[in-house]
């Protein structure tokens, strides 16, 4: 089993850039596909995008695509997304997801464990 902690989130104006982290604990990270996903209020959960445990392959929904880069550590344990060209509708508490299977995917119900979340607010 693996434990996940996110932290950098922040308020920012639309245009700024933060750096998203998520610590991981429990079992090496390199056997996890990794992924973020994103909840506003009154929405569901979208995803946002993933990673191979490798990281040699990524994934990104259409809306982030350009702007947002997602990356791991493995040797640190860490998953990293870094967000530039912020907008508004990027606010959201974002969330890192772990799933065992070696496959990407974009469907939150296929990640087994997740962190409890980092708020992001992005001011207009």
């Known amino acids: 089993q693996v434990q996940l902690v996110e932290s950098g989130g922040g308020l920012v104006q639309a245009g700024g850039s933060l750096r998203l982290s998520c610590a991981a604990s429990g079992r090496t990270l390199s056997w996890y596909t990794m992924a973020w996903f994103r909840q506003a209020p009154g929405k569901e959960r979208e995803f946002v995008a993933a990673?191979?445990?490798?990281?040699?392959?990524?994934r990104y929904t259409d809306s982030v695509k350009g702007r947002f880069t997602i990356s791991r550590d493995n040797a640190k344990n860490t998953l990293y997304l870094q967000m530039s060209s912020l907008k508004p509708e990027d606010a959201a508490v974002y969330l890192c997801?772990?799933?065992?299977?070696?496959?990407?995917?974009?469907?939150?119900?296929?990640?087994?464990?997740w962190g409890q979340g980092t708020q992001v607010t992005v001011s207009s």
């Open positions: 990673i191979h445990g490798s990281g040699i392959s990524t």
């Open positions: 997801a772990a799933r065992t299977a070696v496959s990407i995917s974009t469907m939150d119900y296929e990640y087994a464990y």
